[in-house]
């Protein structure tokens, strides 16, 4: 790394503190107690242990639900973590039912559970970490048809994850040249890699239409430098609310064209929606030092683009990761192979956005073959932001955020990435890894249960490959 | 002073005997099933099932489902092509539960009588007295229990012929004398509900007892290295059994390995490196505490891996010299049937023997004081609540019936014996929920057969 002019080394971490919630999340589980065979449980208890009242008043829950002195009279809905000891020793004075309030949290995509993950990364910037094992469908459609590799002995990072040797998570976003030509002096000529080295292989994507605040922006932007990732934000809202700096990409759009005038300073990577030869070429000329993105729907014929010269293409999905019926786990396959086919997929770089909401979505959409992901829901669900209805379309998603508080708002998202990071190490160290580059595109190294199923029961009576 | 203890010993008798009551009743579904318990892969009545069969010995008669899960595939979406009654065997005809743990020439013959054993799990991750309750079940059907990775209990001694020693990444444990005891080694590269990644014992629950076993720092938390620095070929691999065979001549290798990608060629290395038994453990596995991301989405489950494992080593000639045991998800008698007709010779149970001493898979067993329920805890005081002796029984039960049924399968199968059934996938049947308005029933309502 060099800095101010001379080399020097600074391991890469991200600071993660404390962040708690801003707004009370419902309890998990409701704690329903019948109080007159409470009260009668306790006098039969009263005259079976005559009158010992450390054991009659001994209460079941090792949580604290039943602490206050009129214990199970009004119970502590909010320390209840759902282990069911009250209820399966007394199952005739108190019922644990799920909280129907917390099952709304989310959409039908980004589910109740994916938001206490979340929530919980925010607020920690751990990694969860939990007893028994998985508790979830057998596999599924999208990410969860897909398992990561790993590796019984053969791991040249060692401890890796623990501290001794280092993996990097580090991508580089730009042009990268297959070869390079020089003159007769030895000097470059032509194109010539022009990359960013981002710390993390996740940066973030624009807020939605309904909800691009001033604050919402600066904790991005501001979280986003201090991660050292970049925060793409839409051109209009960088001009107004003067939000300069290396880790902001602005985002042009057709309407936003004409604020670009008013940028008076030169980004490092510049962002433009849809394919517009045109247009890119008048940016190459205004801004001859930024990488420029193209945003295109992932379905796009991206060989096609780079024939046409794109060299850092954005895909984009829907906020559930659809595009046009298909998910993105194929449409990144696809597009990646594509590329790969025609020899020229290490001169793109391929970002990816939608339906990428867990932690372990980052290293499954690498493996089908992004360079980076933008994170979109994810993020504003570590702000606490709340849904109404479906969070699917970016242009017409209802989004509203809570009231914002700058240092807590960068917490959170550092919190998140760091959390998002170190279980990506744990993915890595598990494949034996050094560095998330070399998981781009490496099918070999992950499991799809279509492709399983298709092998381990092609000789069972019933199986059908199609089904 | 006394008065206090006294009260203290009141109170833990107090919830003790309220929660074998409720153990009781659940089952009953005089209650309904609980709202909140259970999950896709167990569901509350396959828990409740579970302690009805810890209480009777038997399979539940009163509706409760009791053979498979609701994860919409795997163990879950398969089913026995049984044959028509009048081909089946009848009642009165014997039918062999036993295999064999190790099929190399030369090397000492051990046969257990049902096709499983228990599964590793630390002291620090459960209690002294659910390892005892384990063992002692061991002992009484003559099959193994695993000390997992944090050492060996005194109170195990007395019951070493069927405790396996457990050396994983970490060495907690790990004596002379230990190897030496043990019946059966088993090496732990990798565990299912974790792999690629060391074993996890959280802070809260290094307590002084469990620290001095694992000679480490009280309270601190212990994440295994992983992976054996000593192993990173299968050639090392092998100098590892060597040293511990120099030790222990007599004892029989076991190499637990989680589900890769290329899971046929590490089963294949470990037969070569001199394995007599090959566990493999797959991505849904059960754990004392380990990351979410790891539980979920790395390594395959073990229903995918066993027939990739077993036609590869049929086709490499080796299958009849190696024994092959299954775990990572295997719930009930029926998962077991399905597993050896998958591949696997017999099967690992860890979590299915928890939720016979009452866990309900609240997943709260990392934190903390650890399990509410007294299982994977080592608080002293939680801890009480299961006495080993009501543990043992309790497991008795739960092998009782799971013979019964094992029997059951294999009599409607017209099969003698359950080598019989190894790697007869052709006995399978692959039905999606929903698939058939049978299945649907089945799977849906519950409903027993």
């Known amino acids: 790394m060099v800095t101010a002019g001379r080399l020097s080394y600074r391991r890469y971490r991200i600071e993660i503190r404390p962040a708690p919630d801003l707004v009370r999340l419902p309890p998990r589980f409701r704690v329903e107690v019948k109080k007159h065979r409470l009260i009668g449980l306790v006098l039969e208890e009263l005259v079976r242990y005559r009158g010992d009242l450390p054991v009659v008043l001994s209460r079941p829950c090792v949580y604290g639900v039943f602490s206050r002195p009129i214990g199970g009279l009004a119970p502590k809905e909010e320390l209840c973590v759902g282990c069911l000891r009250c209820t399966v020793q007394y199952p005739d004075v108190v019922q644990i039912y799920p909280n129907p309030e917390r099952e709304r949290l989310g959409d039908s995509y980004l589910k109740p559970a994916h938001v206490d993950t979340l929530l919980y990364e925010a607020r920690t910037g751990h990694v969860p970490v939990r007893g028994a094992g998985y508790r979830g469908p057998f596999g599924g459609a999208g990410w969860d048809g897909m398992w990561t590799d790993m590796s019984e002995i053969v791991r040249p990072t060692r401890d890796g994850i623990h501290g001794r040797e280092f993996i990097s998570t580090a991508v580089d976003i730009g042009e990268k040249p297959a070869l390079l030509a020089f003159d007769e002096r030895g000097e470059p000529v032509g194109t010539v890699p022009k990359v960013i080295t981002i710390q993390v292989p996740f940066l973030f994507d624009r807020p939605p239409r309904s909800a691009r605040p001033r604050l919402l922006l600066e904790i991005l932007v501001r979280a986003a430098q201090e991660i050292e990732t970049l925060a793409m934000v839409p051109v209009d809202l960088v001009v107004r609310f003067d939000l300069a700096g290396p880790h902001v990409v602005p985002v042009v759009e057709e309407e936003t064209w004409r604020w670009l005038v008013q940028l008076a300073w030169s980004p490092r990577m510049i962002a433009i929606e849809g394919w517009d030869r045109e247009r890119l070429a008048e940016l190459e000329r205004r801004f001859p030092e930024s990488i420029l993105c193209a945003r295109v729907p992932m379905d796009s014929d991206v060989l096609d683009l780079v024939r046409q010269g794109a060299r850092v293409l954005h895909l984009t999905a829907d906020y559930h990761g659809r595009r046009n019926g298909r998910f993105v786990m194929d449409l990144i396959r696809q597009a990646h192979q594509r590329l790969v086919d025609a020899g020229v997929r290490e001169e793109v770089t391929l970002i990816g956005s939608g339906g990428i909401v867990m932690a372990e979505h980052v290293p499954k959409a690498i493996i089908c073959g992004l360079d980076a992901v933008a994170l979109d829901t994810a993020l504003w669900v570590a702000l606490q932001a709340r849904f109404a209805g479906e969070c699917r379309n970016p242009e017409t998603a209802l989004v509203s955020f809570p009231r914002l508080e700058p240092a807590w708002g960068i917490q959170r998202l550092k919190n998140l990435a760091a959390s998002w990071r170190d279980q990506l190490l744990e993915v890595l160290g598990a494949m034996g890894l050094r560095e998330v580059r070399r998981l781009r595109g490496e099918l070999g190294r992950c499991m799809f249960q279509a492709e399983l199923e298709r092998e381990a029961f092609a000789e069972v009576d019933g199986y059908r490959a199609d089904a | ?449």
């Open chain 2, 1 to 449: 002073m006394l008065t206090r203890r006294a009260s203290e010993q009141s109170i833990i008798r107090k919830h003790e005997e309220a929660l074998h009551q409720g153990y009781r009743r659940w089952p009953t579904l005089d209650f309904g099933l609980p709202p909140a318990m259970g999950d896709e892969r167990w569901p509350a009545e396959l828990i409740l099932a579970t302690w009805l069969q810890a209480e009777t010995g038997r399979p539940p008669a009163n509706g409760l489902e009791y053979r498979v899960g609701r994860s919409g595939g795997g163990f879950d979406a398969l089913d026995f092509r049984f044959l028509p009654p009048e081909q089946q065997l009848p009642e009165s005809e014997p039918v062999d539960t036993s295999i064999p743990l190790n099929r190399r020439p030369g090397d000492r013959a051990v046969e257990i009588p049902i096709p499983w054993y228990g599964g590793g799990m630390s002291f620090g991750s459960v209690s002294e007295q659910i390892m005892l309750a384990r063992a002692k079940a061991a002992k009484e059907w003559r099959t193994f229990t695993s000390t997992g990775e944090g050492g060996y209990p005194e109170s195990l001694v007395p019951y070493r012929d069927h405790v396996i020693t457990q050396i994983a990444t970490g060495m907690f444990g790990v004596r002379e004398e230990t190897i030496q005891w043990a019946p059966i080694i088993e090496f732990k590269y990798a565990q299912g509900a974790k792999p690629g990644l060391g074993g996890h014992l959280l802070g809260d629950k290094a307590t002084v007892a469990v620290a001095r076993m694992r000679e480490s720092v009280p309270w601190v938390s212990l994440f295994s290295p992983f992976p054996f620095h000593s192993v990173y070929s299968v050639e090392d691999h092998k100098k590892h059994i060597d040293w511990v065979r120099t030790i222990n001549p007599e004892a029989l290798i076991s190499v637990k390995v989680s589900t890769p990608t290329d899971i046929d060629m590490v089963a294949v290395g470990s037969y070569y490196a001199g394995a007599h038994i090959i566990h493999i453990d797959g991505g849904y596995g059960g754990t004392g505490a380990a990351p979410e991301i790891a539980k979920k989405n790395i390594a395959m489950p073990i229903e995918l891996a066993l027939p990739r494992v077993h036609r590869f080593l049929l086709q490499e000639g080796i299958r009849d010299e190696v024994v092959i045991m299954a775990s990572g998800g295997i719930r009930t008698a029926y998962d077991i049937a399905k597993a050896i007709a998958l591949g696997a010779d017999g099967c690992v149970l860890g979590t299915t023997e928890l939720v016979a001493l009452g866990c309900t898979r609240c997943g709260n067993c990392e934190r903390g004081r650890g399990c509410p329920f007294g299982l994977t805890t080592t608080d002293p005081e939680l801890s009480q609540l299961v006495d080993p002796d009501w543990g043992a029984e309790r497991l008795s039960r739960l092998y009782a019936s799971f013979q019964a049924q094992l029997r059951d399968i294999l009599r409607r199968l017209g099969l003698r014996s359950v080598r019989e059934l190894r790697g007869r996938i052709d006995l399978l049947v692959y039905r999606k929920p929903g698939d058939s308005d049978e299945w649907a029933n089945v799977v849906g309502s519950g409903q027993a057969r």
